[in-house]
T-cell receptor, first 113, second 116 residues
Framework: QKEVEQDPGPLSVPEGAIVSLNCTYS??????FMWYRQYSRKGPELLMY????GNKEDGRFTAQVDKSSKYISLFIRDSQPSDSATYLC?????????????FGQGTILTVHP | GAVVSQHPSWVICKSGTSVKIECRSL??????MFWYRQFPKQSLMLMAT?????????EQGVEKDKFLINHASLTLSTLTVTSAHPEDSSFYIC????????????FGPGTRLTVL
């Protein structure tokens, strides 16, 4: 079992739709939860970063963490064609593995006009 | 925001040659840098973690003699792929973490290596 599982999609939605991206993880030691966006042939850029269960909102993006279920989500409201990219969940370990990011497989999202 | 650069952005080399990739933190000091590899349509896989002034820590399955990492200063880490082969063709991405204790890693734009 992979430490972080993410539905690879691809996901195709019309402009204005609400997008839901999800990951599950297996290691309870994971402490910090991140969502990255990666455009083709570019490095990932950080979108959201949280460490507690609950919701965190930033503009059109909402990150949700449920530590009891080991489940994290990213919601994109009013999706735009410019949101078309690969979205990667990433989880930061604590303890002796502090600083190491473990990434999900990435979900390819296409928002069409 | 913090900026990380990589050079070159792409490189094509012949099988058997060595290739060096540079990763620089432009506006902050990075005590720790990470090197990842990403194959097409796959996620980032951590190769190694390097701390300034000390030897890199390699992930299981990554050959340290093939992928030489040097983190000689707080703003520069290099990855050298020695005796490259076609199966080493990939997208190599570095990230850097500030020495101020934050958790965020800032990623470079990546280097696409093609070995003929």
């Amino acid at each position: 079992q992979k430490e972080v599982e993410q539905d690879p999609g691809p996901l195709s939605v019309p402009e204005g739709a609400i997008v839901s991206l999800n990951c599950t993880y297996s290691n309870s030691a994971f402490q910090y939860f991140m969502w990255y966006r990666q455009y083709s042939r570019k490095g990932p850029e950080l979108l959201m970063y949280t460490y507690s269960s609950g919701n965190k909102e930033d503009g059109r993006f909402t990150a949700q963490v449920d530590k009891s279920s080991k489940y994290i989500s990213l919601f994109i409201r009013d999706s735009q064609p410019s949101d078309s990219a690969t979205y990667l969940c990433a989880i930061l370990a604590g303890g002796t593995s502090y600083g190491k990011l473990t990434f999900g497989q990435g979900t390819i999202l296409t928002v069409h006009p | 925001g913090a900026v990380v650069s990589q050079h070159p952005s792409w490189v094509i080399c012949k099988s058997g040659t060595s290739v060096k990739i540079e990763c620089r933190s432009l506006d902050f000091q990075a005590t720790t840098m990470f090197w990842y590899r990403q194959f097409p349509k796959q996620s980032l896989m951590l190769m190694a973690t390097s701390n300034e002034g000390s030897k890199a820590t390699y992930e299981q399955g990554v050959e340290k003699d093939k992928f030489l990492i040097n983190h000689a200063s707080l703003t520069l880490s290099t990855l050298t792929v020695t005796s490259a082969h076609p199966e080493d063709s990939s997208f190599y991405i570095c990230s850097a973490r500030s020495g101020t204790g934050g958790n965020e890693q800032f990623f470079g734009p990546g280097t696409r290596l093609t070995v003929l």
